[in-house]
């Protein structure tokens, strides 16, 4: 026991607050390392395969059964019909869970969408082209190798310099 005249002792000695605070610092580390695997995994879609709460799952199957109707439309003369179906393709590629990647590519439409990036003209199907074409490519290696072969990536690159904020 410690006379009157002498301070008590620290309890924490200061190696051990060294040790908590580096371990502290590694868990830290760890949670940021598993929160950005989980970013990456559901932008990729790697993991479940089941529908989520919303039923994603039954929207899409819908979806992907009009898709020969979506692809003709894209086609189509007016300019109007294609920039809706462009959105339609978009919102498809949207889809949180499981996006229809591979069917749309197999639709051919890659190319049209490559395409519409240098309608500079036409401002808001650049724009619904380019997300379509980021959502392929953030599926697997395969998805994006597609889009690159297309040519989307030179497209890409001129629309950075666009006078349209989009």
């Known amino acids: 026991m410690a006379s009157r005249g002498q301070q008590p002792r620290s309890v924490k000695n200061t190696t051990n607050a060294e040790d908590a605070r580096m ?3 590694r868990n ?3 949670l940021r390392k598993q929160k950005t695997d989980e ?4 932008l990729r879609n790697v993991g479940d395969s089941g529908g989520d709460a919303l039923g994603n799952s039954e929207t899409s ?12 439309a894209l086609y189509a003369p007016e300019e109007q019909t294609q920039e809706d179906a ?6 498809l590629l949207s889809i949180e ?3 229809p990647i591979q069917q749309v590519i197999n639709a051919g439409v890659v190319p049209r969408f490559v395409e519409f990036l240098s309608k500079w003209q036409r401002p808001t199907l650049q724009f ?16 994006t190798h597609v889009c690159v072969e297309r040519g989307a990536v030179p497209m890409f690159v001129q629309l950075l310099n666009s006078p349209n904020d989009d």
């Open 39 to 42: 970013k990456l995994k559901r």
């Open 128 to 143: 619904e082209a380019a997300w379509a074409l980021t959502n392929i490519a953030s599926g697997t290696s395969e998805h």
């Open 23 to 25: 371990q502290r610092m």
């Open 28 to 30: 830290t580390v760890e």
């Open 61 to 72: 199957q819908l979806d992907v059964a009009r898709l020969p109707e979506i692809t003709q």
């Open 97 to 99: 869970r499981n996006p």
């Open 86 to 91: 462009t959105r339609e393709f978009r919102k």
